[in-house]
C-alpha cells in the first residue's frame, strides 16, 4: 500500500465485492487490503485472490483479526448482517460504507449530497434505485412542490443477487424513506421489479412526480443537467424518456453498466459500486493531505 492511499477491505465476495476490488486498483487513493467472504471456497474469493488481494473467509471476525488496520471497509453483504458489522466496527475508528439497504448511517448520494461524505464514519448509499432516482427527484424538487413521488426499478433477475432478494422489504422501504427525505415530500412510493425477461434487460428506473407549475421547457432542462452531472460518476446513466402532462412529470432512465466485469444489463450493481468508491474517494482525500494536491 502507498503512503499516497489508504487502506480498504470488502465484507462480501459477490460481483458486486469484485467491482469495488477492480475499481480500487484503478484508484490513486485507496488501496485493498482485504477481500472477507463467508467461506473458504468461495469462487469469488479466489477470483479475488487471482486479482492479488490478500483474502479471509469467516465475515467481519476474519476481518477484524486480519491484524490490518483499515481506514474504510466496504459492506457488500446484506441488510440483516449490517448492524452487527456496524456494531463491531465503530470503536475501531474505521469509516464503514454500507452498500446494503439498511437505514443506518448518513445517506450519502454523490451528484446531491456528495461532499458531505468525508464528515461521516458510517455512510448508506440508500439502494441502487435510490442512487439512479434521487439525483432527478431532488433536482425537480428544488425548482417544484412535489405533492406526490413515485419510483419504480425494473432490474435484471441474472442481476439481483441472494442477497439482494433477501432485503426486498429493506429496500422499499429504505428508498421511499430517502425518497422523501431528498424531496421534502411526506407522500413517495418505491417498488423493484425483478425482470426474468431473456435477453435481460437494463436497469431502468420510472420516476413520477407531481407538482404544481410545471412546464416541459425547465423540466427538461433540470432533468437532462441531473443526468450530466450523474454521467461524471456513472457514464451509462442516459434518460429515455421526460413527459410533462398537467401536474404531473414522468422521467425514465436508464442504466447502462460499462465496467469489464460487469455484464451490460446490471446497472444497478454498477451505481451503488460507484457511489460506494465515491465516499471512499472523499474520505481518502480528506485523510492524506498529499492526495489533495494530486487531485487538483
Known sequence: ?????????????????????????????????????????????????????????????????????????????????????????????????????????ALIVPTVNGDQAAQHQHIGLVSCGGQASIPVLYALAQHFRPQYVEMVATAASVSVGRASRLNLDEYVETTQDAIRRFTGTGAA????????????????????????????????DVVESAAAAMRTVVPGYRITSCTVTGDTVRVISEVTATRNRMPVHAGNLEVISAAAIYGAEQHALAKVPALKELAR
Open 1 to 105: 500500500m502507498s503512503s499516497n492511499t489508504v487502506n480498504a477491505a470488502v465484507l462480501g465476495s459477490g460481483l458486486l465485492g469484485l467491482d469495488l476490488v477492480e475499481r480500487m486498483q484503478n484508484s490513486p487513493h485507496l488501496s485493498c487490503g482485504l477481500v472477507v467472504g463467508r467461506t473458504s471456497h468461495s469462487r469469488g474469493l479466489a477470483q479475488a485472490a487471482k486479482l492479488g488481494c490478500a483474502t479471509a473467509a469467516g465475515g467481519v471476525a476474519a476481518l477484524l483479526d486480519s491484524g490490518q488496520t483499515f481506514d474504510i471497509v466496504f459492506d457488500a453483504t446484506n441488510a440483516f448482517e449490517h448492524p452487527e458489522h456496524w456494531a463491531r466496527l465503530a470503536g475501531t475508528g474505521t469509516v464503514l460504507i454500507d452498500l446494503t439497504p439498511t437505514r443506518a448511517g
Open 189 to 220: 412510493k418505491a417498488m423493484l421489479n425483478v425482470s426474468a425477461a431473456a435477453p435481460p434487460p437494463p436497469f431502468r428506473i420510472a420516476m413520477t412526480m407531481v407538482a404544481p407549475g410545471l412546464k416541459p421547457g425547465p423540466v427538461s
